[in-house]
């Protein structure tokens, strides 16, 4: 089960139509931020699909579940709870009603979350979750099948990528404690690799997505450049 949060700005706005943005890309493109950012601007929810598939991967570990054994995880999935809970820094991720905020970006269950998303039940009952949660709009949402899995009509959509070397050079610097910078590349290369081959919902731009290379811009560049896609939208809402 994972429970709908709702934004203060979105509690206290009149009604109104409110968007759903899909933001997909590889691992390192800077999609987390800039949904994160893009939410806050918009008075939207940030609704992250990587913390939620660590959130059950961190659960996996805890009870010694294999990331291979696809039912076994179904079945985990369906006895959990996640919360994403939006504060100023980003969302705090709450598993079973405890904060696993900070446990659920380090190395090992970062890796733990691209194996069990292969798993066709698992992404069955995430995406099950997701669109429980998007279905009234107001919400930025990134991940790796939003727009073509998730919310194949979503208002906007854009994949979000950037040469290799440079997301390997932007994760090292995430993880730059735990994870040497061969590591980290031999990693990122293989969690591209299981994200684009899997066979149930590969990472691909939507054919009607906005593809956008980050490689040459600032973080505050690609904000605006999404945000006025979205401001578009809304003008014909």
Same mark, same amino acid.
């Given at each position: 089960?994972?429970?709908?949060?709702?934004?203060?700005?979105?509690? #206290?706005?009149?009604?109104?139509? $409110?968007?759903?943005?899909?933001? !997909? /890309?590889?691992?390192?493109?800077?999609?987390?931020?800039?949904?994160?950012?893009?939410?806050?601007?918009?008075?939207?929810?940030?609704? &992250?699909?990587?913390?939620m598939?660590?959130?059950? %991967?961190?659960?996996?570990?805890?009870?010694?579940?294999?990331?291979?054994?696809? =039912?076994?995880?179904? #079945?985990l %999935?369906?006895? =959990?709870?996640?919360?994403?809970?939006? =504060?100023?820094?980003?969302?705090?991720?709450?598993?079973? @009603?405890?904060?696993?905020?900070?446990?659920?970006r380090?190395?090992?269950?970062?890796?733990? %979350?691209?194996?069990?998303?292969?798993?066709p039940?698992?992404?069955?009952?995430?995406?099950? *979750?997701?669109?429980?949660? @998007?279905?009234? /709009?107001?919400?930025?949402?990134?991940?790796?099948?939003? /727009?073509? $899995?998730?919310?194949? !009509?979503?208002?906007?959509?854009?994949?979000?990528?950037?040469?290799?070397?440079?997301?390997?050079? *932007?994760?090292?610097k995430?993880?730059?404690r735990?994870?040497?910078?061969?590591?980290?590349?031999? &990693?990122?290369?293989?969690?591209?690799?299981?994200?684009?081959?899997?066979? #149930?919902?590969?990472?691909?731009?939507?054919? !009607?997505?906005?593809?956008?290379?980050?490689?040459?811009?600032?973080?505050?560049?690609v904000?605006?450049?999404? &945000?006025?896609?979205?401001?578009?939208?809304l003008?014909?809402?």
């Amino acid at each position: 089960m994972l429970a709908p949060v709702k934004s203060h700005s979105e509690m #206290n706005e009149p009604s109104s139509r $409110k968007l759903i943005i899909a933001i !997909d /890309g590889p691992a390192g493109a800077g999609k987390s931020t800039i949904a994160s950012r893009l939410a806050r601007k918009l008075g939207y929810v940030n609704l &992250e699909s990587g913390a939620m598939y660590r959130a059950l %991967a961190l659960k996996a570990i805890e009870n010694d579940i294999s990331f291979d054994d696809e =039912t076994a995880l179904d #079945n985990l %999935a369906h006895k =959990t709870k996640i919360m994403l809970e939006p =504060t100023i820094g980003g969302n705090r991720v709450l598993l079973d @009603g405890r904060d696993v905020t900070q446990r659920v970006r380090e190395t090992d269950v970062s890796e733990g %979350a691209s194996r069990v998303s292969v798993h066709p039940k698992v992404r069955e009952w995430m995406v099950a *979750r997701q669109r429980e949660l @998007g279905v009234d /709009g107001g919400v930025v949402m990134e991940g790796r099948d939003i /727009g073509t $899995k998730v919310f194949p !009509d979503a208002d906007v959509k854009v994949f979000l990528d950037a040469d290799p070397v440079i997301r390997e050079q *932007r994760r090292l610097k995430q993880y730059s404690r735990t994870l040497s910078a061969e590591s980290m590349a031999a &990693e990122l290369r293989e969690r591209d690799r299981r994200d684009r081959t899997r066979a #149930n919902s590969p990472l691909e731009p939507a054919k !009607d997505a906005v593809v956008l290379d980050s490689t040459a811009l600032s973080e505050d560049e690609v904000l605006n450049r999404v &945000e006025e896609l979205a401001q578009k939208k809304l003008l014909r809402v």
